[in-house]
């Protein structure tokens, strides 16, 4: 067995752990408890159920680079209300969010230049290498961040004006603070549920 560390191994792991010590989780439903969904970001510094106060099995969670409302976060929102009966969604944006330093066009030529990562410096965003790129990248709509606001006030409208959205369902947009954990509910950003008939 080779000694070269992987995280295949921490994961086995850590797994092992977890699983020794499951407990009741078993017991949970696969229905979120508070009938709520949240979108947010995939930022490593959000814990969407800590910083809104559920606990595990009280809300779906749907992350993505931003936290943006795209076809397949309202796809993942859709299912969540049609076949789990969530009423409220909640749509969380952040600060210092990554789809904020950074423009459609400059990922797009990023991809189209080269598909490896790349690195920012004094505010920019460079590849290390440029070979072996694709012009799908100049295509393709990153939903970037150009105010944080408008922003999750778009995204929320985007969402409660979808055909398959019922009007039952209220949809709060807020934005999160990742320098001192507090959330701010956007101006604008809200649009309450219709009593159900």
Known sequence: M??????AQ???SANTSYA???GNKKLLPGSPHKKVAILTCMDVRIDPLAITGFN???AHVIRNAGGRASDDA???LLVSYKFFGTRDWLVIQHT???MASVTNREIGNLFAESLEPAT??????KNQT????????LITDWLTIADLDESVRSDVALIANHPLVSKAISIHGYTYDVQSGYLKMVEGALRPGEPSI
């Not at 920012?120 to 965003?125: A, L």
């Not at 440029?130 to 990248?137: I, L, Q, R, T």
Request: net charge negative.
């Open 2 to 7: 080779s000694s070269k560390y992987t995280v």
């Open 10 to 12: 921490d994961v086995s």
């Open 20 to 22: 020794t010590e499951f």
């Open 56 to 58: 595990l099995g009280d």
């Open 74 to 76: 309202i796809r993942s």
């Open 96 to 98: 210092q969010c990554g």
């Open 120 to 125: 920012k410096k004094n505010d920019i965003w």
């Open 130 to 137: 440029a070979d072996c790129g694709s012009e799908h990248g």
